[in-house]
């Protein structure tokens, strides 16, 4: 493997010249494992290696940006990231100024996961497919196991050198359970900053959505309407991610003076008590960093607050261009992208509200849990949980197959009136934005209850 | 790669490495300016080996020797899956046209121009139009050798073509798009201009969607969104050896349209999908799926066809090296024989749906699909009189592929892995909001 620390070093005079207006690099190695069982057999196990690195000019407005895994011939990939943006700039370098940083941040974990042996991987494995498959009305399952190690180090024409590692855990787990020609299936996601012991306790989890799976055969299909709907924090962070959190990424707002109006600072979004941050310095959260991909310091940004547009996510340019404070958001999911606007952590606060109260109320509703699926246009979105249950006159009634919910996003968010008092995490997501995927996010919220959604169905 | 091969074959019996050099350049627009450009060169190097009968791998990037490669494969191979085939020992292959000297040579001022040209002709048909384009060119290179003597190399070009328009009032949004992609360079962005036209022409107007069953006309990009995934799963080797596809055990039976054909084709000269060989060197050959509405087959590669006791269909694919997973090269469904504008004046009240949002997230295997339609037109009395919001639709691709009402007569490439014509079908689910 190249020396990317000696490269790295190598190319910090290259990066002072004056030919740009702002030159940065970026030099990353990374291991990873994976495991991946399709029923009992494993179907692909595997490692990889890998390194690279970046070079992004910025002339007069332009950006220029080369990639390469091949480190020969580095002076020439600056060269041409300088022509590049040369040749596309025709305006003003703007970026949002920031403190120069010199520091070396470690993975924080114990045992780089990558390390441990795959037999310790599978044999863990192993025990959890087997109770999902000890269980009775199980057809097959599928599990996914993934492990990372990097390193990313930044340097830019004003003076910055950071090297920063990270460790990254996840797993999934799905039961599929079948019953003549039905097929149905429940599956959970955990994730973890590269502690594998984090995953290594799902024992009761993965009996339970075999059950789960096994049950959903006899549910039955709510017919499609609105509904009021309760949501898990496991689907409302994903709400919260989906719906909301995309239309904070300044770079879809920038250069958009329409865009601009609609998400105009202090414009009324929700309801009084509707809190949402994005928060990458949260010690321990998958989305967590201390220096974002363009060398800004993580901060926790409040884009709701008290139901009011407060903030958005920034790269220098965007908070240039917007007359705003940089966020921290820059994020590129490796070397062979240049950084853009990302969420880190992206969460609801917790108010008030039990769950007990929350459902009190409701005379026909419905109570979605967890994640199947989703996906956003901006305005409109729809998404998929992996549970689903009727509520009846207050109370969870039978399960039902599980539903799909669409909607418009900025009536949706105005219909959220409930706000629990049950903030959790959810560390098994995984974020993809202008073909930059999986990147390492979680999500969180309360319970909420969300009036008049529509729900898919017959 | 000689190197690793030899290294490898020091430990275990049979041994593949696979190789895949890029360097690609991409001109892009943002919010109707040009914006970026990019270069991106890359190498990546995977190891296939079995030992013990069983398979174990590991992919690096760059440059290397091989021994970490070696070392984690063989690392992997205590776990791996059973081997239940033999490596390809051919190093003759079909010529498929797939490589113009032209292509890399694209000078990037025509890249800028073709750029320009697009966005122009966009932002000067509709005021407020926010254009981004994407202008792309590259130069692929694959070699594969093996253990049996199996060698395979071949030299791809590149080019493609995005225009997406956003257009926002309010918290009204529209997003429009089209796309082209070549082995051949694309110099005449007309047909993509027209196409975002006509989108923004159709959704001019608003209009309103009614709750109950509807006839509904699928564009091609419509086709991509809602229906192909279905037919895919069901109809991948993997599953349908596991017992879970609904048309495994429907091989020449009528269960479509008779007027329905679908086949894969990774043969059609400069179609970036083609090529003379899988990623596992086995040849690429056109196979037929489903022919006059009977099912004729399914997609192989070698590990599943081994256990199915069927031959390789050459459909083994590797993203950056990973290890071979069935998928469709190019899948290509025949055009019929009725025009656009017939299929859309027969129908009284229905739908033109061009992108449905979610359709992914349903009853896969069962072919139930649902979803909210991103962009789609009202139609009523035989013309598109607006565009339809808050509108879901649902149904099952085995029904309605069925009993087609009519099959398009013009075909076009959505991306490049679907050629279909649009597709009239009747009896969708359609509730609207509100």
């Given at each position: 493997m190249p020396n990317i620390e000696e490269i790295a070093r190598s190319m910090t005079g290259e990066l002072k010249q004056d030919k740009a207006d702002y030159l940065e690099a970026h030099f990353e190695e990374s291991q990873t494992s994976h495991i991946t069982y399709r029923g009992q057999d494993i179907e692909s196990v595997g490692r990889s290696t890998a390194s690279g690195g970046n070079v992004r000019a910025l002339v007069r407005g332009g950006w220029g940006f080369t990639s390469f895994n091949d480190f020969a011939g580095l002076k020439k990939r600056v060269a041409l990231a300088i022509e590049q943006a040369k040749t596309t700039g025709a305006d003003l370098s703007l970026l949002a100024p920031i403190e120069s940083a010199q520091e070396v941040v470690t993975s924080g974990v114990k045992q780089n996961p990558v390390t441990i042996p795959l037999k310790k991987k599978k044999l863990l494995l192993d025990e959890y497919n087997e109770i999902i498959w000890g269980t009775?009305?199980?057809k097959t399952s599928d599990i996914g196991y993934s492990d990372s190690c990097k390193k990313v180090i930044f340097l830019n024409s004003e003076g910055s050198l950071i090297s920063q590692e990270r460790a990254d855990v996840s797993i999934r787990l799905t039961a599929i359970a079948a019953k003549d020609s039905e097929v149905q299936q429940v599956g959970i996601s955990v994730g973890s900053r590269g502690n594998f012991e984090d995953i290594s306790h799902l024992q009761e989890k993965a009996k339970e959505i075999a059950q789960k799976a096994v049950a959903l055969l006899d549910a039955p299909q709510v017919k499609g309407g609105e509904y009021t709907v309760v949501l898990d924090p496991v689907l409302a962070g994903v709400f919260v991610h989906e719906a909301f959190g995309h239309l904070s990424e300044s770079d879809f707002i920038f250069e958009n003076e329409r865009m601009r109006e609609v998400m105009v600072l202090g414009k009324q979004f929700g309801v009084e008590n509707l809190n949402i941050v994005d928060s990458a310095v949260e010690p321990g959260l998958r989305g967590s960093f201390k220096y974002d991909d363009e060398g800004t310091r993580a901060v926790k940004t409040y884009l709701i607050r008290e139901g009011k547009l407060v903030g958005r996510l920034h790269s220098r340019e965007t908070a240039a261009k917007m007359n705003e404070k940089p966020t921290g958001n820059a994020r590129a999911v490796n070397y062979r992208f240049p950084p853009i606007v990302r969420m880190t952590n992206t969460y609801i606060e917790p108010d008030k509200m039990s769950f007990e109260d929350m459902i009190a109320d409701i005379k026909e509703g419905i109570y979605a849990k967890n994640w199947y699926g989703g996906t956003t246009s901006m305005e409109m979105f729809t998404f998929s949980a992996g549970e689903a249950y009727m509520i009846r006159n207050g109370k969870i009634a039978e399960s039902i197959r599980p539903v799909m919910l669409t909607g418009n996003v900025f009536n949706t968010l105005k219909n959220i009136d409930a706000i629990g008092n049950d903030l959790d995490m959810n560390q098994g997501g995984g974020c993809g934005k202008n073909g930059q995927a999986p990147l390492p996010v979680s999500n969180g919220s309360p319970h909420i209850r969300i009036r008049h959604c529509l729900i898919g169905g017959k | 790669m000689e190197e690793i091969l030899a290294r490898a074959q020091k430990t275990a019996k049979e041994a593949e490495v696979f190789e895949v050099t890029s360097e690609e350049t991409q001109v892009k627009f943002d919010a109707n300016r040009l914006k970026h450009m990019e270069t991106t060169q890359s190498t990546s190097v995977a190891l296939r080996i079995i030992k013990d009968g069983k398979i174990g791998y590991a992919t690096t990037t760059g440059i290397t020797d091989g021994q970490q490669l070696v070392k984690d494969a063989v690392e992997t191979a205590v776990f791996g899956t059973e081997a239940k085939f033999s490596l390809p020992y051919n190093s003759i292959y079909p010529k498929v046209d797939i490589y113009d000297d032209a292509t890399p040579q694209v000078a990037i001022n025509d890249m800028v121009a073709l750029g320009n040209k697009m966005v122009a002709a966009v932002t000067a048909h509709t005021a407020g139009i926010l254009c981004y384009a994407n202008i792309a060119r590259s130069v692929m290179t694959v070699r594969i050798i093996n253990s049996r003597g199996g060698k395979a190399e071949y030299k791809k070009s590149f080019f493609s073509l995005d225009l997406e328009g956003h257009l926002i009032e309010g918290t009204d949004m529209l997003f429009v798009w089209d796309g082209e992609n070549s082995c051949q360079p694309l110099l005449d962005p007309k047909p993509i201009i027209d196409t975002v036209i006509r989108q923004l022409e159709w959704a001019k107007e608003k209009a309103k969607a009614p709750t109950k069953v509807l006839p509904v006309i699928f564009t091609p990009y419509g086709i991509a969104s809602a229906l192909t995934y279905p037919l895919i799963t069901a109809l991948n080797g993997k599953v349908v050896y596991e017992g879970a596809s609904p048309l495994g055990d429907k091989v020449g039976q009528q269960v479509f349209d008779k007027n329905f054909n679908l086949c894969d084709d990774?043969?059609?000269?400069?179609?970036?999908?083609?090529?003379?060989?899988?990623d596992e060197g086995v040849s690429s050959q056109r196979t037929p799926l489903i022919e006059e509405g009977v099912v004729k087959g399914f997609l192989y590669d070698l590990q599943t066809a081994g256990k199915a006791g069927k031959k390789s269909t050459g459909n083994g694919n590797r993203s950056r090296g990973s290890l071979p997973t069935i998928s469709p090269s190019a899948l290509v469904i025949a055009p019929g024989t009725a025009t656009f504008d017939a299929m859309v004046s027969d129908i009284k009240e229905g739908l033109v749906i061009e992108q449905l949002m979610g359709s992914e997230q349903g009853n896969v295997l069962g072919g139930d699909f649902s979803g909210n339609v991103l962009l789609g037109y009202k139609i009523e009395k035989g013309k598109i009189v607006g565009r339809v919001k808050d509108t879901m639709v649902s149904g099952n691709v085995y029904q309605i592929l069925k009993d087609i009402a009519a099959i398009g007569n013009e075909a076009r490439w959505v991306g490049s892995v679907l050629q279909t014509p649009p597709i009239y079908c009747q009896g969708l689910s359609v509730s609207s909001k509100g």
């Open positions: 009775p009305g199980i | 990774p043969t059609i000269a400069y179609q970036p999908a083609s090529r003379p060989c899988d």
